[in-house]
């Protein structure tokens, strides 16, 4: 099949994968970008043809930025396609609505939103904005893959004129459950702009549940085929979306490889020889409160403090990442990770050279921080809340001896598939991770090879390659089956999604029915 014919590959996300650097000259300088996201759709973009859509990550427009632009899809084998944005929308859609009102709902931390009416307006321009860079590049044949949570409305700015290309979205943060979900006021317009998808992606099946659950709550005039199918089939104004669950994965041969390379070797090699005879326990994590430091750092206090045999046994590596510095709530969190480092190395560091925590906060090199992971024999990985979690099927990936431990957060999307070799914790219950920690610490070598090497099989088996081709093979069929109108399953005829909808964002008030049982 020609590219033309099965069309090409159109990524849309927040930001472009290119690095945009300020010169001392005023002028900017453009370098590709780098991560498991980007070499994964590399190949396929040149494979197929493909555009890639972003914000450069600057304000204003540079009309020079055009032609490295050009040039950089030159380099690459696909081309990209800047959306630039003003200082104003910036604040009112990135900081604003996505940071201050999104990222917080979505992880459970209602209480830190700012519902401010201006920032809805200020999102629904920009993701038009997003949604005028599409409509410029793409034909009919194509695949449209918007991604994450700052483009939600994207599809429904485009269907509203009358643009014919495959939509496919996936989030990539969690989806919460009716009753967090709920507080937004514009929940309503969300789910119908995501139902303008012809496929919508989550990273679990627990947060394609939430969407379900919340469509059934808030949008019961949605038509729903059958929950138990991989991908559910909806159906809203006569038109027809599917959504499923796509847990994204790494390129575990490429941190493999890595990993065991001269200079990672040297680097673990380093640091043992600065710790030796101890267990190096390595939390790390972007600056967030999402991610349960204190609550982490808490919990390596009470083990401890529990647990005595793990006094100059231990050392607990802690690498946080700077992040959005100049937020306040941000500044606070530093603060009280600080202090409790503080506190717990002045409680239990002792005469010689044990200090229980070394604290890091700082970006990291990619060979610095994969000497991290190959040297650490336990990772400590307890988010409040996270879609997947990388850094969990990263540390997997680069432990070439099989004898880590991972202790990984329940509320982890990463959870669902390394259940079988982690030791999962609830990430608030501070003597249970203390016990965990333990419990690695003392764990026999042949119970650590066995967990490590069923996470290592899974990981492998679904990396991030596996990812984009389901997806992208679930977004041709699901775009082709519904432009052929004979997408809904004839043994169980479209039923009503019911539910206690209400009004908001302006959309029309609905009556309030029973939930029904989901389908067997």
């Not at 001392?24 to 043809?49: E, H, K, Q």
């Not at 917080?104 to 209602?110: K, R, V």
């Not at 190096?280 to 609550?295: A, F, N, S």
């Not at 540390?395 to 880590?404: F, K, L």
């Amino acid at each position: 099949m020609n590219t033309d014919a099965r069309g090409r590959l159109i990524v849309v996300s927040n930001r472009l994968p290119l690095r945009v650097t300020p010169t001392t000259s005023g002028a900017c300088r453009v370098s590709p970008g780098s991560g498991g996201l980007v070499s994964a759709m590399a190949p396929v973009m040149r494979a197929r043809g493909g555009v890639w859509i972003g914000w450069p990550g600057i304000s204003g427009e540079d009309p020079g930025l055009a032609v490295q632009f050009r040039a950089a899809g030159k380099q690459q084998g696909y081309s990209f396609e800047p959306v630039f944005l003003s200082q104003e929308e910036c604040d009112s859609f990135y900081y604003g609505f996505s940071n201050e009102i999104v990222w917080p709902l979505f992880h459970d931390l209602q209480s830190l939103c700012n519902f401010d009416p201006t920032y809805w307006q200020g999102y629904l321009n920009v993701n038009g904005k997003y949604a005028d860079a599409i409509a410029r590049r793409a034909r009919r044949t194509d695949v449209v893959w918007i991604h994450d949570y700052h483009l939600m409305n994207v599809a429904a700015s485009l269907r509203g004129r009358g643009r014919g290309a495959r939509l496919a979205f996936f989030l990539h943060i969690p989806f919460p459950s009716p009753d967090i979900f709920g507080k937004l006021p514009w929940r309503r317009s969300v789910l119908r702009a995501l139902l303008a998808h012809d496929l919508v992606g989550f990273q679990t099946r627990r947060d394609r549940r939430n969407f379900l659950d919340c469509l059934t709550e808030y949008l019961p005039e949605a038509e729903l085929g059958s929950r138990s199918q991989p991908l559910a089939r909806l159906r809203l104004d006569g038109h027809e979306c599917r959504a499923g669950s796509f847990p994204i994965g790494i390129d575990h041969n490429d941190f493999y490889r890595r990993a065991v390379s001269p200079e990672v070797v040297r680097r673990a090699d380093h640091l043992t020889r600065l710790l030796p005879n101890r267990s190096l326990i390595l939390g790390v994590d972007r600056l967030d409160y999402t991610k349960g430091i204190p609550e982490r750092l808490c919990a390596f206090g009470k083990a401890l403090e529990r647990y005595p045999d793990l006094r100059e046994r231990v050392t607990l590596i802690q690498v946080v990442v700077p992040s959005r510095a100049d937020i306040p709530q941000y500044q606070e969190l530093k603060a009280r990770i600080e202090n409790l480092v503080g506190e717990i190395n002045g409680r239990f560091t002792r005469p010689g050279d044990w200090v229980p925590i070394h604290y890091v906060f700082r970006s990291l090199e990619s060979e610095e921080l994969l000497g991290y992971y190959h040297a650490c024999q336990i990772a400590l990985i307890t988010p409040l809340k996270d879609g997947m979690n990388l850094v969990a099927k990263e540390y997997c990936a680069c432990d070439p001896d099989e004898n880590g431990v991972l202790i990984l957060s329940e509320f982890a999307g990463a959870a669902t598939q390394m259940a079988n070799g982690a030791l999962l914790v609830n990430p608030y219950d501070v003597e249970g991770i203390a016990d965990a920690i333990h419990a690695a610490v003392v764990m026999p070598g042949r119970e650590r090879r066995a967990r490590m090497r069923r996470l290592r099989r899974g990981i492998r088996r679904q990396d991030v390659f596996w990812w984009v081709e389901t997806f992208i093979q679930a977004a041709i069929e699901a775009g082709t089956d519904i432009a052929a109108a004979r997408a809904w399953p004839s043994r169980e005829p479209a039923r009503k999604l019911t539910g206690a909808g209400r009004t908001s964002g302006g959309s029309n008030p609905t009556p309030e029915h029973g939930r029904p049982k989901p389908p067997a």
